[in-house]
């Protein structure tokens, strides 16, 4: 993959994960049923809300960082991969993993694309960043 085809790669999935995470903490996680908190350490959404509307907002500024500053950028990017892929693993310990509680529902496949997209996130912001990573001189380079 060319650097340029990553940094596209990127903007765009850091761009889709900024809007839906900041809609989903805005419009979605406040309307979920309180009941599903039962065995997690929340009372209510707020912190997740909180928590899923902050990984937007990073993937947002790593987005930004991409077109920008690429080396800025990537650093930014690998932590809101790594950012988004915990929020779903903690989402899946406190309210389950939905696709095997409730097959029927529609959103059962949203907890796993979103950790995978976390995951390839961080895994295309280390590509970048090794692309764009000062490379030290070798002994033999230094005149």
Known sequence: MTERTVRWTLALLLTFIAVTAVAGALWVVPTLPLDWLRS????????????????????ALAALGVAATPTFGAIAAIAAGVAMALFEIVEVWVVGFAALGSPDTPQGWLQP???????????????????????????????
Do not use: C, E, K, N
Not at 40 to 45: K, L, Y
Not at 123 to 134: N, S
């Open 113 to 143: 694309l979103y950790f995978v997209l976390g995951l390839v996130v961080a895994v295309l912001g280390v590509a970048l960043y090794m692309r764009r990573a000062p490379r030290p001189l070798s002994a033999g380079s230094a005149a």
């Open 40 to 59: 997690g350490p929340f009372t209510d959404f707020t912190i997740p809300a909180v928590a899923l509307g902050l990984v937007g907002l990073l993937s």
